[in-house]
């Protein structure tokens, strides 16, 4: 009977353990069948605190090896560690002048491609080719694994033969254009940092009030004057011969 007790007592706090692992692993919304360890399986998941971004990223290279070794593409792994956003690594494929960057932290993130000067991320590479809205890679979540591997092979061997075997010459259009788009939204971006654009609405609560020399002060601080629109460069316009007839 005594025996049969101390069993019994086993048995329970065994599956007291076994669902408090349980728990654990629904609380953070994996269970031990979504893990695999296995390098380059494609479900592979892992909690944060499981994961190795350079075993990631190593394994993600073995899936697109293929889709770039043939095209004289070779894998150089740069760096890795931890930074302000956790653990990280990350590498480029290079031909020449051309290279492929890869940034992974929980999961893969950061893809840009780049030829000599230029250079354009694979959304706005994939988006000025119109093909966006067909990309697996761009709807796939980030911490996916290495499901964002797979896609980005599928989108390379489908979307990107310009930039992997071809001239790219529509790649260096679309980074030209994507480089003059980024350019004019930094600009902006420091435009409100440098405080030009309180100084725009300040000219035209100048302006209303018929203040004209001190429009001309202000708008001539301006950090940015190419940014001013039609109806301000009017302004000013006005106010400078108003203020000279004073």
Request: net charge positive; glycine share 8%; hydrophobic share 35%.
């Amino acid at each position: 009977m005594k025996l049969t007790t101390t069993t019994h007592l086993t048995q329970k706090t065994s599956d007291n353990k076994r669902m408090n692992r349980s728990q654990v692993y629904r609380a953070a919304s994996h269970t031990l069948n979504h893990v695999d360890f296995r390098p380059g399986y494609r479900g592979r998941y892992l909690p944060k605190a499981m994961r190795d971004p350079k075993s990631e990223l190593e394994a993600g290279i073995v899936i697109l090896d293929p889709a770039l070794l043939p095209h004289g593409f070779i894998f150089h792994f740069q760096n890795s560690g931890r930074g302000s956003g956790g653990n990280f690594a990350w590498g480029k494929y290079v031909r020449g002048d051309r290279s492929l960057d890869l940034h992974h932290r929980w999961g893969l993130g950061i893809i840009q491609y780049n030829i000599a000067d230029l250079s354009i991320d694979h959304s706005a590479y994939l988006k000025s080719l119109g093909v966006d809205n067909e990309s697996d890679l761009l709807s796939t979540p980030l911490e996916s694994g290495l499901d964002r591997y797979h896609a980005l092979r599928s989108n390379l061997e489908n979307f990107c033969s310009d930039f992997v075997t071809g001239p790219a010459t529509e790649w260096a259009a679309a980074a030209r254009f994507d480089g003059q788009r980024r350019a004019e939204r930094n600009k902006r971006l420091n435009a409100k940092y440098v405080g030009d654009d309180r100084k725009r609405l300040q000219a035209r609560e100048l302006f209303q009030n018929k203040d004209y020399d001190e429009v001309v002060a202000v708008m001539d601080a301006l950090v940015h004057p190419d940014l001013l629109d039609q109806s301000e460069q009017r302004m000013l316009e006005i106010a400078r011969k108003r203020s000279i007839g004073r």
